[in-house]
């Protein structure tokens, strides 16, 4: 089993800083790509950032030069560093994974984190 564990979220006001955190632990073999979702109510789950195996990062258009994504490998650990908040950065944020474990290293998946609320408000 893969578990993705998340932290990080909370209540920050307009222009603050928050840094969420996504631990893949359990039978992995390999992670082909991780990063972070957001969804806020009534809208879909987009894409925020993510990093594949090779170190390719990507940015949705709404968060280049505010958010960065980092990682570490050995500790199969990404960060999403989050700074100049605005309101409309309030949603759900998910940890994605696309992971080879050691049973089905064939077979690679998607886990998902349970979600983190950041609220961005005065």
């Known amino acids: 089993q893969v578990q993705l564990v998340e932290s990080g979220g909370g209540l920050v006001q307009p222009g603050g800083s928050l840094r969420l955190s996504c631990a893949a632990s359990?039978?992995?073999?390999?992670?082909?790509?991780i990063g972070w979702y957001r969804q806020a109510p009534g809208k879909q789950r987009d894409v925020v950032a993510a990093?594949?195996?090779?170190?390719?990062?990507n940015y949705a258009d709404s968060v280049k030069g505010r958010f960065t994504l980092s990682r570490d490998n050995a500790k199969n650990t990404v960060y999403l560093q989050m700074n100049s908040l605005k309101p409309e950065d309030t949603a759900v944020y998910y940890c994605?994974?696309?992971?080879?474990?050691?049973?089905?290293?064939?077979?690679?998946?998607?886990?998902w984190g349970q979600g983190t609320q950041v609220t961005v408000s005065s």
């Open positions: 994605n994974a696309n992971i080879k474990t050691r049973s089905s290293p064939w077979a690679p998946r998607d886990y």
């Open positions: 990093i594949t195996s090779g170190g390719i990062t």
């Open positions: 359990g039978s992995i073999f390999s992670i082909n790509a």
